[in-house]
């Protein structure tokens, strides 16, 4: 069964620092969304992206955040400078219509 | 975005049949109802979606209200590996699923 794949699956950074999140999705799916959970906290929609450029974002994605699609392969979700309140889970997610929307297994952020 | 209500936890024996229940009376005509389940320390998964009749796939059935303000998700025969929290959540194409608190779903043995 076709899979969403996330790198790297933990990812621990000091405050401040930059981080790229990575996301490999379903090959023909051209819908692409990041999600994140703080922990104990409900899934939180992040941003969604179609066409090569941003659809829809929340407000917790502000100007230090930022979505790449450098190739026809990677969906990248970048933090510029992490705070403390950045540490959550980040899922990626795909979708084409017929069979929901799947989900990555997520990359664990500590920020320190 | 329509409001859901549902239970914030059930429990179930293994093997048993598991109704979970869904509110959303504030659903729009566009709307398809769609379910997904989070497994512990798991991203989210999707089980099941439907807009206007029942709906069956091989995880589980989903039986929608004549006037559709609400669903009901079933479990035929719960497994130890069904127990996570489920989301009902109103969608119309490809827009972002907003999720709430979900219904934790234990089995028990």
């Known amino acids: 069964e076709p899979e969403v794949t996330q790198t790297p699956s933990h990812q621990v950074t000091q405050m401040g620092q930059e981080v790229i999140l990575r996301c490999v999705p379903i090959?023909?799916?051209?819908?692409f969304y990041w999600y994140r959970q703080i922990l104990g906290q409900k899934v939180e929609f992040l941003v969604s992206?179609?066409?090569?450029?941003?659809?829809?974002k929340s407000e917790i994605f502000d100007d230090q955040f930022s979505v790449e699609r450098p190739d026809g392969s990677n969906f990248t979700l970048k933090i510029r400078s992490t705070k403390l309140e950045d540490s959550a889970m980040y899922f990626c997610?795909?979708?084409?219509?017929?069979?929901?929307?799947?989900f990555g297994s997520g990359t664990r952020l500590t920020v320190v | 975005d329509a409001k859901t209500t549902q239970p914030n936890s059930m429990e179930s024996n293994e093997e048993e049949p598991v109704h979970l229940p869904c509110n959303h009376s504030?659903?729009?005509?566009?709307?398809?109802i769609h379910w997904y389940r989070q497994l512990p320390s798991q991203g989210p998964e999707y089980v099941i979606h439907?807009?206007?009749s029942n709906v069956n796939n091989r995880m589980a059935s989903l039986a929608i209200a004549e006037d559709r303000k609400s669903s009901t998700l079933i479990l035929h025969r719960a497994t130890l590996r069904d127990a996570a929290v489920y989301y009902c959540?109103?969608?119309?194409?490809?827009?972002?699923?907003?999720f709430g608190t979900g219904t934790r779903l234990l089995v028990s043995p």
């Open positions: 997610a795909s979708n084409q219509g017929a069979d929901g929307y799947t």
């Open positions: 090959s023909n799916h051209l819908y």
């Open positions: 992206f179609y066409n090569n450029e941003i659809s829809e």
């Open positions: 504030t659903i729009s005509g566009t709307d398809y």
């Open positions: 439907g807009l206007t």
């Open positions: 959540i109103p969608l119309t194409g490809f827009q972002k699923l907003v």
